[in-house]
């Protein structure tokens, strides 16, 4: 545990802590004993979980109401973070527009865009820089088992996990000479808001949690869970792109 707060605290980022897994990272981050700022819209949510995890680790808890899909929202988070030494970010806030791209409101989709792809890339811009300053630290990208296939009635949301997966892979080895390491968890379905009406098993946020904190420093991709990693691996070894939007689209039909 001091290992992983020397090289990644005094301060973790959490976007997206309201709920679901960014709150489980938050839970177990402050257990590693890192001071932790929240972030999210939901201020009344983050307020009770700065109180529990403060009172819980002894450890100081900040959060900001921001709304990653604003076009002012890094002023907040710069204005928020002021005087700081952020040694992670993790880049979890999403959100899921489902149905065919053409039918949900224009607005419902660039604002997936914007909160999905556009806020992670500007916040790993942005700390990537102060991570270099001080020669360590990590930022993780919260993406999905969908990152590898297209998915036809939710093609866009697996378009903007698919960037978060490539852009982690890539800062990774271009920030390794620097001690930094980045990673994309790709977690399957997990007990979460946003999948409550799925009937599907699903894993637990705590579970996808510790192997993407287990695994930080050792691998850029990682997969939530045996069943997806092998689900993974079997269907980009033998269908083509082609082949699996034809098998994902008569998946979605059923």
């Given at each position: 545990?001091?290992?992983?707060?020397?090289?990644?605290?005094?301060?973790?980022?959490?976007?997206?802590?309201?709920?679901?897994?960014?709150?489980?990272?938050?839970?177990?981050?402050?257990?590693?004993?890192?001071?932790?700022?929240?972030?999210?819209?939901?201020?009344?949510?983050?307020?009770?979980?700065?109180?529990?995890?403060?009172?819980?680790?002894?450890?100081?808890?900040?959060?900001?109401?921001?709304?990653?899909?604003?076009?002012?929202?890094?002023?907040?988070?710069?204005?928020?973070?002021?005087?700081?030494?952020?040694?992670?970010?993790?880049?979890?806030?999403?959100?899921?527009?489902?149905?065919?791209?053409?039918?949900?409101?224009?607005?419902?989709?660039?604002?997936?865009?914007?909160?999905?792809?556009?806020?992670?890339?500007?916040?790993?811009?942005?700390?990537?820089?102060?991570?270099?300053?001080?020669?360590?630290?990590?930022?993780?990208f919260t993406a999905s088992v969908s990152s590898f296939f297209?998915?036809?009635?939710?093609?866009?949301?697996?378009?903007?996990?698919?960037?978060?997966?490539?852009?982690?892979?890539?800062?990774?080895?271009?920030?390794?000479?620097?001690?930094?390491?980045?990673?994309?968890?790709?977690?399957?379905?997990?007990?979460?808001?946003?999948t409550e009406k799925v009937r599907a098993k699903k894993m637990?946020?705590?579970?996808?949690?510790?192997?993407?904190?287990?695994?930080?420093?050792?691998?850029?991709?990682?997969?939530?869970?045996?069943?997806?990693?092998?689900?993974?691996?079997?269907?980009?070894?033998?269908?083509?792109?082609?082949?699996?939007?034809?098998?994902?689209?008569?998946?979605?039909?059923?």
């Open positions: 545990m001091t290992e992983f707060k020397d090289t990644y605290g005094p301060w973790a980022i959490v976007t997206g802590a309201s709920s679901g897994i960014g709150v489980e990272f938050a839970r177990q981050l402050a257990a590693k004993g890192l001071n932790l700022i929240l972030i999210a819209r939901r201020k009344d949510r983050l307020d009770a979980l700065a109180e529990e995890l403060s009172g819980k680790h002894q450890i100081t808890v900040k959060t900001l109401e921001v709304d990653l899909g604003a076009s002012d929202f890094l002023e907040k988070v710069r204005e928020g973070t002021d005087g700081l030494e952020v040694g992670l970010l993790v880049n979890n806030a999403g959100v899921a527009v489902n149905g065919p791209l053409h039918k949900p409101d224009l607005e419902k989709q660039l604002q997936m865009l914007h909160v999905n792809c556009t806020a992670p890339m500007v916040l790993a811009h942005e700390f990537a820089n102060q991570m270099i300053a001080r020669q360590k630290g990590g930022i993780i297209p998915v036809p009635y939710v093609g866009h949301y697996a378009a903007t996990k698919a960037y978060g997966l490539f852009l982690a892979a890539s800062l990774n080895y271009e920030l390794r000479k620097d001690n930094i390491h980045v990673q994309a968890i790709c977690p399957g379905y997990t007990e979460s808001e946003m637990s946020a705590q579970a996808v949690v510790k192997e993407s904190l287990d695994k930080l420093g050792r691998k850029s991709v990682v997969i939530a869970g045996l069943k997806n990693k092998l689900m993974v691996w079997f269907m980009t070894k033998f269908f083509s792109t082609e082949a699996l939007a034809r098998i994902g689209g008569r998946m979605m039909e059923k």
